[in-house]
């Protein structure tokens, strides 16, 4: 028995239903940002790999500084200059020091390193040093940062940049990340055409193929485009099917004449079964979900906006399951500047634009009769209004999710 | 006269010394995600094109229906269906109705649509209306969204999914927006290999190019790496004349021997003027900016960790201001895990992980002692501890800059 479910619902449902599934693939470090984690990340090495300075200065036994001062100086034998970049060759004796540089590695015999500050070369190859030194000063040790069979990124991690260095820094060249997703794209309705053709009378522009595949390639997946189908079921079925044999995801985004949407449900149950059809949310209701080889294939309303939120709040997060990857949602408070009200017993979701004002970010609600995409043009994120709540007033604080490109 | 400057001169300094300065390109719609417009986008069309029923029902001449209930229906003569996508020919006159489905263009005649709930299908050729209708009940009129000559996007915004959605709407198959700023990148310093290399003695990977490469690719930039260059200020001269010729800003990120630093400033005043040495934050001290033939040269410092704050604090923004655009920073609120304490008179930026707890997003900083980039492996943000401030408490409200990807 099919029931509309709630949003949380949906949520639960899609985790239990889809997990990761995506094989992976060794690709050149230049090109893995942004991709996500097949494998965690063990430390092969030392990071740092040996001994380093953090000043310049000069290596010494410590127990040669000990209890010297300003008055008192320590006076060490200078026996070279260890250079950047060289394993020194010298040993540092009792009574004997080595300039050093900043990440410089110490050199044998050496434990301490006193900055240049501290010091006064004589010029006749001795240094006075003028204050102690306990072991360890001003060194870095090897294996500091990492060592090896650390687990230094783990598994699901989509790689930013810093992680793009820290690779780096391991010498990983390449990195096994998961393959990208695959998702079919199937527009359907006979009012449709190309966004780059001009409508005719009655028609529409088919605005969600190239929007949902924005929404997809920012979410980590690349999009087959299966076309604009007429409203005929035969027609959908072999799309459908084509789809589920090319792709990871199949999303059929629904012409709104009456009984396609039947047809959508009876195309899914020919190669799968259905989860639910319809979503306790506005925009998004007519919003259908089925499974077909372990494949997730969604009915999407074909109104654009209600396709756009409910692929941000389901279809998103599906990506990143199929990459093993738990997405995180970005919100930010703020102030909500206008009373919105909504009792209709659906999660409302309103796009809103953030200001800055008065040393407070204020979401401005964006209003739109037709509640067509052109309304979300220049918006910076949405937020929700709970089901069981009549309203929000003007001043609250509200969580702001933020789209993930601004 | 060259002093350290404050992180906040130095963001002064970029803005008053660098603006848009990136041609337009045409790209197709479906590439145009992430990229910045070069031009407003201002609407040549009505949105919606035609008057249309947000329901299924009938569309009516609402004056036929004022006065009719349940109990005295107005009853009127079926004369016709809307199709989906098709301009309907017949037009509604007195006492005359024909059925439409939701999006469907309202016939001539017609002012009104009755929700198919409130009438009845006689079966007859009559349909009895249950409820009056004022004129415009379920109807979005043409242009209600967006009229010709209305600013739909602004210059300098960087397109997300809905931006993508509301283009396809308005038919904007291309888009004019600015050709991505080309950084170049050179790496110096005697003690650099290739981080695909294994470091022999001393030797350490060179981390920053790719680093960095990943950085500006993620702000919208393209680079071209010149190579590591040993420390000779002769090689530093021809890479730099090179890519001042071929790049839009340049990136030197030094090598730590001493002399060096010297080296990137001679260089820069060969070719240009410098701006400043050195920044009071920490990491990322040893910071140089020049300017030549209007293009930014950046002497960064050597240290992966230090490049990294420095270009995200600093050469991110920059790529946005070649743009046009005025790039957002993100930051969310979290509660500090332990007292962090510094009092140098510089600004610190500590890494971050976050972790929800107790329903609260608390900030975990992170500790190094090396200061390896290794240390901010799977870190999420960072946050700013003030210069004229000696720590934070634990439990503080921090705010977390996010990295762009998280």
Same mark, same amino acid.
């Given at each position: 028995?099919?029931?509309?479910?709630? @949003? *949380?619902?949906?949520?639960?449902? &899609?985790?239990? +239903?889809?997990?990761?599934?995506?094989?992976?693939?060794? %690709?050149? &470090?230049?090109? =893995?940002?942004?991709?996500? &984690?097949? *494998? @965690? %990340?063990?430390?092969?090495e030392y990071v740092p790999d040996f001994n380093r300075s953090t000043v310049d200065g000069y290596a010494v036994r410590s127990s040669d500084t000990f209890g010297c001062s300003e008055a008192i100086p320590a006076l060490l034998v200078l026996t070279g200059e260890v250079l950047m970049g *060289?394993?020194?060759?010298?040993? $540092?004796?009792? #009574?004997?020091?080595?300039?050093i540089p900043t990440g410089g590695e110490l050199p044998k015999g050496a434990d301490a390193v006193v900055m240049i500050e501290y010091t006064e070369n004589y010029g006749d190859g001795t240094i006075g040093i003028l204050k102690s030194a306990a072991p360890g000063s001003c060194l870095i040790f090897r294996g500091d940062d990492v060592r090896p069979g650390k687990e230094v990124l783990s598994r699901g991690r989509r790689l930013g940049v810093q992680d793009i260095g820290t690779l780096a820094a391991l010498g990983h060249s390449k990195v096994s990340v998961c393959r990208k997703p695959v998702a079919g794209i199937i527009s359907t #309705?006979? *009012?449709?055409?190309?966004?780059?053709?001009?409508?005719?009378?009655?028609? $529409?522009?088919? %605005?969600?193929?190239?929007?949902?595949?924005?929404l997809l390639q920012d979410a980590g997946a690349e999009c087959i485009f299966y076309g604009i189908l007429k409203d005929d079921e035969a027609l959908l079925d072999a799309a459908v099917g084509r789809a589920l044999?090319?792709?990871?995801?199949?999303l059929v985004s629904g012409g709104?004449?009456?009984?396609?949407?039947?047809?959508?449900?009876?195309?899914?149950?020919?190669?799968?079964?259905?989860?639910?059809?319809?979503?306790?949310?506005? @925009?998004?209701? @007519?919003? $259908?979900?089925?499974? =077909?080889? #372990?494949?997730?294939?969604? #009915?999407?309303?074909?109104?654009?906006?209600? !396709?756009?939120?409910? +692929?941000?709040?389901?279809?998103?997060?599906?990506?990143?399951? &199929?990459?093993?990857?738990k997405a995180h949602i970005r919100e930010i408070q703020a102030v909500l500047d206008e009373t919105i009200s909504a009792n209709d017993g659906r999660e409302h979701y309103l796009g809103v634009c953030l200001e800055e004002r008065d040393g407070?970010?204020?979401? %401005?609600?964006i209003h739109s009769k037709s509640g067509l995409i052109t309304s979300l043009a220049a918006s910076d994120g949405y937020f929700r209004i709970p089901?069981?709540?009549?309203?929000?007033? !003007?001043?609250?604080? $509200?969580?702001?999710?933020?789209? =993930?490109i601004d």
């Open positions: 028995m099919l029931t509309v479910k709630t @949003p *949380e619902e949906v949520a639960s449902l &899609l985790e239990e +239903s889809f997990t990761l599934t995506m094989s992976g693939e060794l %690709v050149p &470090l230049s090109e =893995a940002l942004g991709r996500v &984690l097949r *494998e @965690p %990340v063990i430390a092969a *060289e394993t020194p060759v010298m040993e $540092i004796g009792s #009574g004997q020091c080595a300039s #309705g006979d *009012e449709l055409v190309s966004f780059s053709e001009t409508p005719k009378g009655g028609q $529409i522009r088919d %605005v969600n193929s190239v929007m949902l595949s924005a044999e090319e792709c990871d995801l199949v709104s004449s009456v009984g396609m949407k039947d047809s959508t449900c009876r195309v899914i149950e020919k190669h799968g079964s259905l989860l639910f059809h319809g979503i306790a949310m506005k @925009p998004g209701k @007519p919003t $259908i979900l089925g499974i =077909a080889g #372990g494949k997730a294939v969604f #009915g999407l309303p074909g109104h654009p906006m209600a !396709a756009f939120f409910v +692929s941000e709040l389901f279809v998103r997060p599906l990506v990143s399951r &199929l990459m093993g990857r407070l970010c204020h979401a %401005v609600p089901r069981d709540c009549e309203g929000i007033a !003007a001043g609250s604080k $509200i969580s702001v999710r933020l789209y =993930a």
